[in-house]
């Protein structure tokens, strides 16, 4: 992209009162966005509003510093990581994105050269909440894992929890084969990592994947930003997992999304005394179907089984795996949090050996502490 067609998309994106749909307009009457700024002001009220109009007419006062930034940061590329802006009618624009009633004008793109979104026509988003229990988080990592062996790349969205446990899972799936196994689409400028605990996670998917958004450089994590970011991952990805989530959560946000744009919702069941299970059962209410392991994901979504790599081989990504271990105390906890009082009470223990051995299976990393003093029996695959 030349700098003068960068400079009128950068302009269109940032002039006041012009969103996605009006520029839409603007684009299929005039073509490309130099082309617009050059029309009198008779023939643009014809597409848009007089106010828009008008603003058409007046160049945003951070224009030029956006452009510098923006033309700096693509030719910054370094290591095989490559920045790219990819624009509305663009050759490699995810074709999933167009079927949206809103697609982002532009996609600000990082990562690794071999990869670019429209390889992402097969892949399953995974979301949940950013504070999930420690089976949660197993389970996400798990299941991304689980999705990753078979080829199928994970789209999430860089958030605490949930999130950064299924890029991590994706990522592990992968090892050094050279395939794109995750993609962020995150909710600031690609000049920032939000959050920063995150950064050594960005840094590895932009290796074996891909960063995205749609937000100029520079843009802070701001709260409104976040939902307009879900619906991104809904409409890149062929359906959305959700792992965990309280009623008010942003990954229902998402799996809303996803089921208006007329694609499948999975959500993973969980205890009925968990806030963070709430949201699931109620999708699963709603009609998304209850998943216990991969093949429920896989044979909902045929093309995604025929993708699946030849001869690869995926655990269930199902951590409730039958327990072989004998341990009174295990199967007396069972997956549910539950309190030292009640485990009490169940094992006729006294509170001293119940804290001695608790303390051993936690070393082990066999159960986890919850808050308010609840224990959690946490399953690997």
């Not at 697609?103 to 050269?113: E, S, T």
């Not at 990753?148 to 929890?161: C, D, W, Y």
């Not at 891909?210 to 802070?220: A, D, K, M, Q, R």
Request: hydrophobic fraction near 45%; aromatic fraction near 4%.
């Amino acid at each position: 992209m030349e700098r003068a067609e960068l400079a009128g998309w950068l302009r269109l994106s940032l002039t006041p009162g012009i969103g996605d749909g009006a520029a839409r307009r603007l684009l299929a009457a005039f073509g490309l966005p130099e082309r617009i700024f050059t029309q009198p002001d008779a023939a643009l009220r014809e597409v848009v509003s007089q106010a828009q109009a008008t603003a058409l007419q007046q160049i945003p006062v951070n224009l030029q510093a956006q452009v510098d930034l923006t033309w700096q940061w693509l030719h910054a590329g370094d290591n095989g990581v490559v920045r790219r802006v990819v624009t509305l009618g663009d050759a490699g624009y995810p074709a999933s994105l167009l079927e949206m009633t809103d697609p982002p004008l532009m996609l600000y793109v990082l990562g690794a050269a071999d990869y670019d979104l429209t390889q992402l026509g097969h892949s399953i988003a995974v979301v949940g909440s950013r504070n999930p229990t420690p089976q949660g988080a197993t389970n996400a990592r798990s299941f991304a894992r689980a999705l990753g062996e078979v080829g199928l790349p994970v789209v999430s969205g860089l958030a605490l929890g949930v999130d950064g446990a299924a890029h991590q899972g994706a990522l592990d799936a992968a090892g050094d084969t050279p395939r794109l196994a995750t993609v962020a689409v995150v909710g600031t400028g690609l000049d920032r990592v939000y959050p920063a605990r995150h950064r050594d996670l960005a840094h590895r998917i932009t290796l074996q994947g891909l960063i995205v958004s749609e937000l100029p450089l520079g843009t802070p994590p701001l709260t409104q930003n976040f939902p307009k970011r879900n619906r991104l991952i809904a409409g890149l990805a062929r359906g959305t997992l959700v792992v965990e989530a309280a009623l008010q959560s942003g990954s229902l946000i998402t799996a809303r999304l996803t089921s208006e744009q007329g694609k499948e919702v999975f959500a993973i069941p969980g205890s009925i005394h968990s806030p963070q299970s709430r949201g699931c059962h109620a999708l699963i209410r709603q009609g998304a179907k209850l998943v216990e392991s991969v093949n429920d994901i896989l044979e909902e979504l045929p093309p995604l089984q025929a993708r699946a790599a030849p001869g690869a081989t995926a655990g269930n990504g199902n951590t409730q795996a039958e327990d072989t271990s004998e341990d009174p105390l295990l199967d007396a906890l069972g997956f549910d949090p539950v309190s030292l009082d009640a485990l009490s009470a169940r094992t006729g223990w006294s509170a001293a050996a119940l804290q001695a051995k608790m303390l051993e299976l936690e070393l082990d990393g066999q159960i986890a502490r919850l808050p308010g003093g609840l224990f959690q029996r946490t399953a690997t695959a």
